[in-house]
Nanobody, 125 residues
Framework: QVQLAESGGGLVQAGGSLRLSCAASGRTISSYAMAWFRQTPGKEREFVAAISWSGGSTYYADSVKGRFTISRDNAKNTEYLQMNTLKPEDTAIYYC??????????????????WGQGTQVTVSS
């Protein structure tokens, strides 16, 4: 079992930045692909970014490409999401997820096995 805990969310003005962290416990995340998803009320969970188990490959949703950067530090058992040039439409609850190392980085939420509790990001205009 892998337990995931997100932190770093908050309220920021449009154009600002936030850095989300996802700390894992229970098992090392070095064997897992990791991802970030987000969700707003009444909508399905939306893919944001994913990173391979080694960190060698990344994949982004078109809506965040060029603004967000996903990274991982396997030694610290932590995943990150650096969010720059934030927009009001980025407002959501952000979830980190861990999946099998073979998972396609563009996979939907169903292919990920472990989830954090989420952290709220609110971007004001």
């Amino acid at each position: 079992q892998v337990q995931l805990a997100e932190s770093g969310g908050g309220l920021v003005q449009a154009g600002g930045s936030l850095r989300l962290s996802c700390a894992a416990s229970g098992r090392t995340i070095s064997s897992y692909a990791m991802a970030w998803f987000r969700q707003t009320p009444g909508k399905e969970r939306e893919f944001v970014a994913a990173i391979s188990w080694s960190g060698g490959s990344t994949y982004y949703a078109d809506s965040v490409k060029g603004r967000f950067t996903i990274s991982r530090d396997n030694a610290k058992n932590t995943e990150y999401l650096q969010m720059n040039t934030l927009k009001p439409e980025d407002t959501a609850i952000y979830y980190c997820a861990a999946g099998p190392r073979w998972v396609d980085l563009s996979s939907p939420p169903d292919n990920y096995n472990y989830w954090g509790q989420g952290t709220q990001v609110t971007v004001s205009s």
